[in-house]
């Protein structure tokens, strides 16, 4: 399947792009993509274990599957205020 | 006006709108403001990112959490975009009979504010350079989840 990987905040800047498409086997999860996206870039890596995800627009959990077409938002730790 | 919002709030404008009803009489308020200065470095302004539907969505949530819990109205809104030293980025308005709720039902929804909002500040400095704010977790965030 094909995903879009919608990268906010800080994570514009770790990928450099606002938007990163991702192919995964047709079984992925949110999991399977993060470790795809460690592969790219080493200051998500880093900060990866305090990020969540939203997945089309609802909050997901690292097992939720994925489906093509899917909108997977990386959401940094925040600084809203 | 929408709870995320372009560019600096019309804090002046919302207050008035949220007036008062005739069973309030407390309006507690807080106004977010971009400040001149970081960690010792000059500040010119702000640029708010943010998950806007995600954004929205908890605005609402938290506004009718603060209302069930104190017993008040409670109106918020967050600014997006281009901001100066100044202008005002987040908005707490809350109403009640009488103070106490008023102002427990403001910090309890700032605060929340500040942990699930998902909104990034990059900061732009007086040397032309930027960055964004070292952030925090969202609340609620399962490592293992």
Redo the contacts between chains.
Sequence with gaps: MRITV?C???A??WFGVDELPLELPDTATVQTAIEQLLTLSPAYAETE????Y?LD?Q?A???TPLHEGAVL?L??????? | MERIHEGPLPWVELMASFAAQPAEGALASFAGLVRNHHQGRAVSGIRYHAHRGLAARELAAIESAIADQHGVRCALWHAVGDLAVGDCSVLVLVGSAHRAAAFAGCRDAIEAIKARLPIWKEERFADGSTAFVAGVPRAGLQKNG
């Design positions: 919608h906010l905040g800080p514009q800047r274990p305090m990020l969540a939203a627009e909050w959990d690292r097992r938002a959401i940094p730790p925040i600084s809203a205020g």
